[in-house]
């Protein structure tokens, strides 16, 4: 429950932040061309608001609504999301939306996107300011990488370094690397100290995508941390920091796969308990011997810590360098979202769509700072992404319509403006609809 409340608040403050920002971004470029903005609500509002006020002299009433989906700003003289039909009927008014020149209609609509997109910029260019940029390179990883099935199936091995994606360097972690994985047709890796290539199937996103299971991992050496009093590492004379490299004879030795021997003679019963063990205890080797207990077990905690694991490279930026690096980290990002969007339109790909779940689930279980900036920045990119679509009811859509009326000279029809609304939100609730279905359904099975 713990862990659940502290993702949920997560996902709460940066939705929130992010909404308040995106209509934050059309209420400016509103008020700059004089276009009266009558509602400012962070969440919708149906029925009744949970808190409202107008402050004096002002247009604007400012309000929280109930459903957390989002918000909206209610500009005068506009069909958007509140079908205000009766308001379009009178004559237009100086101060309308209708009444202003397309241009300046076409930047309130686009200013939500605007500055949820300058938002991420400057979060990231703030998260490098203040932590640096740290990263594991995958070609230094001592122990290679661990696979999935899919990635056996292909060609992929554990122990593996991965090299190179079509002849391009493959440097760190994360969705990029995954990307030039699946988008290439050879993939170099280091094999035992030999280079062996891999050839990469045209349908391994839609393998990857039916998987549960992360496509990598690094290999984690195995570290002790501590021991339990009285355990068969303690008394075979393990100490807290040695590094076990062998077992048997199986060297090297990855805690993955100690664990793996461990399951197996659990699994198959084996009466033999006696583990040959070598270890590296302050740059010397040495050699024990233990008997594990019943459960197969030889009672050490293992160091858990990535970064007391492997090696890592960190990178610190000024406050001026930041920005540029920021900036460069924003756009990177994007462009592999928007990549990754071309595998959204496939079965796989659909079942992949998830809601508020998924979306809480990017947040850390345990409160870090780092990694909410991250994820709100994150998020942020995809919502200024997501509403720039040309969808009725999104910002896109209404800049779909502006650009037809600035070539063609003449505006869409009131009628047609409705219409597209309302298809618009039945398309947006259909998917918002089956990406959470989606979230259940991954929770039940």
């Given at each position: 429950?713990?862990?659940?409340?502290?993702?949920?608040?997560?996902?709460?403050?940066?939705?929130?932040?992010?909404?308040?920002?995106?209509?934050?971004?059309?209420?400016?470029?509103?008020?700059?061309?004089?276009?009266?903005?009558?509602?400012?609500?962070?969440?919708?509002?149906?029925?009744?608001?949970?808190?409202?006020?107008?402050?004096?002299?002002?247009?604007?009433?400012?309000?929280?609504?109930?459903?957390?989906?989002?918000?909206?700003?209610?500009?005068?003289?506009?069909?958007?999301?509140?079908?205000?039909?009766?308001?379009?009927?009178?004559?237009?008014?100086?101060?309308?939306?209708?009444?202003?020149?397309?241009?300046?209609?076409?930047?309130?609509?686009?200013?939500?996107?605007?500055?949820?997109?300058?938002?991420?910029?400057?979060?990231?260019?703030?998260?490098?300011?203040?932590?640096?940029?740290?990263?594991?390179?995958?070609?230094?990883?001592?122990?290679?990488?661990?696979?999935?099935?899919?990635?056996?199936?292909?060609?992929?091995?554990?122990?593996?370094?991965?090299?190179?994606?079509?002849?391009?360097?493959?440097?760190?972690?994360?969705?990029?690397?995954?990307?030039?994985?699946?988008?290439?047709?050879?993939?170099?890796?280091?094999?035992?100290?030999?280079?062996?290539?891999?050839?990469?199937?045209?349908?391994?996103?839609?393998?990857?995508?039916?998987?549960?299971?992360?496509?990598?991992?690094?290999?984690?050496?195995?570290?002790?941390?501590?021991?339990?009093?009285?355990?068969?590492?303690?008394?075979?004379?393990?100490?807290?920091?040695?590094?076990?490299?062998?077992?048997?004879?199986?060297?090297?030795?990855?805690?993955?796969?100690?664990?793996?021997?461990?399951?197996?003679?659990?699994?198959?019963?084996?009466?033999?308990?006696?583990?040959?063990?070598?270890?590296?205890?302050?740059?010397?080797?040495?050699?024990?011997?233990?008997?594990?207990?019943?459960?197969?077990?030889?009672?050490?905690?293992?160091?858990?810590?990535?970064?007391?694991?492997?090696?890592?490279?960190?990178?610190?930026?000024?406050?001026?360098?930041?920005?540029?690096?920021?900036?460069?980290?924003?756009?990177?990002?994007?462009?592999?979202?928007?990549?990754?969007?071309?595998?959204?339109?496939?079965?796989?790909?659909?079942?992949?769509?998830?809601?508020?779940?998924?979306?809480?689930?990017?947040?850390?279980?345990?409160?870090?700072?780092?990694?909410?900036?991250?994820?709100?920045?994150?998020?942020?990119?995809?919502?200024?992404?997501?509403?720039?679509?040309?969808?009725?009811?999104?910002?896109?859509?209404?800049?779909?319509?502006l650009l037809y009326e600035l070539i063609a000279r003449r505006?869409?029809?009131?009628?047609?403006?409705?219409?597209?609304?309302?298809?618009?939100?039945?398309?947006?609730?259909?998917?918002?609809?089956?990406?959470?279905?989606?979230?259940?359904?991954?929770?039940?099975?």
């Open positions: 429950m713990e862990t659940f409340l502290i993702k949920a608040v997560q996902l709460m403050l940066s939705l929130s932040l992010l909404v308040v920002i995106h209509e934050g971004g059309h209420f400016m470029f509103a008020k700059l061309f004089k276009t009266r903005v009558e509602k400012f609500r962070l969440f919708f509002d149906p029925w009744f608001t949970l808190l409202k006020f107008k402050p004096k002299n002002s247009e604007t009433e400012y309000g929280v609504g109930w459903i957390p989906l989002g918000g909206y700003v209610k500009i005068a003289g506009m069909i958007d999301e509140s079908m205000d039909l009766e308001q379009m009927k009178q004559p237009a008014q100086p101060w309308e939306f209708r009444a202003k020149p397309a241009w300046q209609r076409l930047l309130i609509m686009i200013g939500g996107v605007l500055f949820n997109f300058l938002l991420a910029l400057f979060i990231y260019s703030m998260i490098l300011f203040a932590w640096g940029d740290s990263y594991i390179p995958v070609q230094q990883a001592p122990l290679g990488m661990q696979f999935n099935e899919t990635a056996h199936n292909v060609g992929f091995q554990d122990g593996d370094i991965l090299m190179a994606a079509d002849g391009k360097p493959l440097e760190r972690m994360g969705t990029d690397l995954l990307m030039s994985v699946v988008d290439a047709r050879q993939v170099t890796v280091l094999r035992g100290g030999q280079e062996v290539s891999i050839y990469i199937p045209e349908d391994m996103i839609n393998r990857l995508m039916e998987d549960s299971v992360t496509f990598t991992a690094f290999r984690m050496p195995f570290v002790v941390d501590s021991l339990m009093a009285g355990s068969a590492a303690e008394r075979a004379g393990m100490q807290p920091g040695d590094s076990i490299i062998a077992m048997n004879g199986q060297t090297p030795l990855a805690y993955d796969a100690f664990m793996q021997e461990m399951q197996k003679r659990r699994e198959a019963k084996s009466e033999n308990h006696d583990v040959n063990l070598t270890i590296m205890r302050k740059g010397v080797r040495q050699e024990l011997t233990l008997t594990t207990d019943e459960d197969y077990k030889i009672g050490v905690f293992p160091v858990t810590s990535t970064a007391r694991l492997l090696p890592v490279i960190k990178t610190e930026y000024g406050f001026f360098s930041s920005f540029p690096a920021g900036i460069a980290l924003g756009v990177n990002t994007l462009k592999g979202y928007v990549n990754q969007m071309k595998y959204v339109f496939s079965k796989e790909g659909a079942k992949q769509l998830g809601g508020f779940g998924t979306i809480g689930n990017i947040f850390p279980a345990s409160w870090d700072w780092h990694q909410f900036w991250y994820m709100t920045a994150f998020l942020s990119i995809i919502l200024a992404f997501m509403n720039i679509l040309p969808i009725p009811a999104l910002d896109g859509g209404h800049v779909l319509f505006k869409p029809s009131d009628k047609f403006m409705e219409r597209a609304e309302v298809i618009g939100m039945a398309i947006l609730f259909g998917l918002l609809i089956w990406a959470n279905l989606n979230d259940v359904i991954r929770f039940l099975f």
